[in-house]
């Protein structure tokens, strides 16, 4: 489904991303792990087109999406869930939601994808004509998720869900990620919480400094050195 090869990215002279290679397969969800300051953004936004990239591929279903622009990529299938959420406060839950579904494919079953982002969040059903802004934390990233889910994407990424909220908030998020994975859609994984998101995860890598420094299972990431020293801080 994603395959990155070679992948770099700058901020002017000051590389970001070096020669990064990962795959993630269709149905599967691959996590990224790292230290702050690693690249982990700044990869996911390279991935959406949000972001140029300075050198490689970044193929979606074999198309080379790295020379495209970000409503290109979107049209793909590729949707995002950026860090912070970024939901327009001053609209309604519903509205938001509407927004997502900007793909042409999308457009044509907006009221059925609509209502599965409901029932996956009976709260944003409940929320529909409220504004955005005046949601909890939680709920906003629940409305974040459901927005690029209107998109119906077959490659999700998702940055930092669970930053910023309580325990039992992040618990559900992460039941309703799971539950889009069985529905047969690739997801990728930039994960604040290490233990979260190698629990989650069938296969993972690991950022360090703008490069691949570790990849496999997550069972065999939690246990390596690298993980645990510089990740874990153990």
Same mark, same amino acid.
Request: aromatic content about 4%; overall charge neutral.
């Given at each position: 489904?994603?395959?990155?090869?070679?992948?770099?990215?700058?901020?002017?002279?000051?590389?970001?991303?070096? !020669? /990064? @290679?990962?795959? %993630?397969?269709?149905?599967?969800? #691959? *996590?990224?792990? $790292?230290?702050?300051?690693?690249?982990?953004?700044?990869?996911?936004?390279?991935?959406?087109?949000?972001?140029?990239?300075?050198?490689?591929?970044?193929?979606?279903? !074999? /198309? @080379?999406?790295? %020379?495209?622009?970000?409503?290109? #990529? *979107?049209?793909? $299938?590729?949707?995002?869930?950026?860090?912070?959420?970024?939901?327009?406060?001053?609209?309604?839950?519903?509205?938001?939601?509407?927004?997502?579904?900007?793909?042409?494919?999308?457009?044509?079953?907006?009221?059925?994808?609509?209502?599965?982002?409901?029932?996956?969040?009976?709260?944003?059903?409940?929320?529909?004509?409220?504004?955005?802004?005046?949601?909890?934390?939680?709920?906003?990233?629940?409305?974040?998720?459901?927005?690029?889910?209107?998109?119906?994407?077959?490659?999700?990424?998702?940055?930092?869900?669970?930053?910023?909220l309580a325990p039992v908030v992040v618990d559900e998020v992460f039941d309703a990620i799971a539950a889009v994975v069985t529905t047969g859609v690739a997801v990728l994984l930039v994960e604040q919480d290490v233990e979260r998101a190698l629990e989650a995860a069938g296969r993972g890598y690991v950022l360090i400094e703008g490069r691949i420094a570790a990849g496999g299972p997550t069972a065999q990431l939690r246990d390596a050195a690298e993980?645990?020293?510089?990740?874990?801080?153990?």
């Amino acid at each position: 489904m994603l395959e990155v090869r070679g992948l770099e990215a700058r901020y002017g002279d000051a590389r970001a991303l070096w !020669g /990064v @290679d990962l795959d %993630v397969g269709a149905g599967e969800m #691959v *996590c990224i792990v $790292g230290p702050n300051g690693a690249g982990k953004t700044t990869l996911v936004q390279t991935i959406a087109g949000l972001h140029p990239a300075a050198a490689g591929t970044v193929r979606v279903d !074999g /198309v @080379d999406v790295a %020379v495209l622009p970000a409503h290109r #990529v *979107c049209q793909l $299938g590729v949707a995002t869930v950026p860090e912070g959420r970024r939901v327009f406060g001053h609209m309604s839950v519903r509205d938001n939601l509407l927004l997502g579904a900007y793909r042409r494919a999308a457009r044509a079953v907006f009221r059925r994808t609509e209502a599965e982002v409901y029932d996956l969040f009976p709260r944003l059903r409940e929320r529909a004509q409220q504004l955005a802004g005046s949601l909890s934390g939680g709920e906003q990233q629940m409305l974040a998720l459901g927005r690029a889910l209107m998109a119906r994407p077959r490659l999700l990424l998702l940055d930092e869900p669970s930053l910023g909220l309580a325990p039992v908030v992040v618990d559900e998020v992460f039941d309703a990620i799971a539950a889009v994975v069985t529905t047969g859609v690739a997801v990728l994984l930039v994960e604040q919480d290490v233990e979260r998101a190698l629990e989650a995860a069938g296969r993972g890598y690991v950022l360090i400094e703008g490069r691949i420094a570790a990849g496999g299972p997550t069972a065999q990431l939690r246990d390596a050195a690298e993980v645990r020293q510089r990740v874990l801080g153990l």
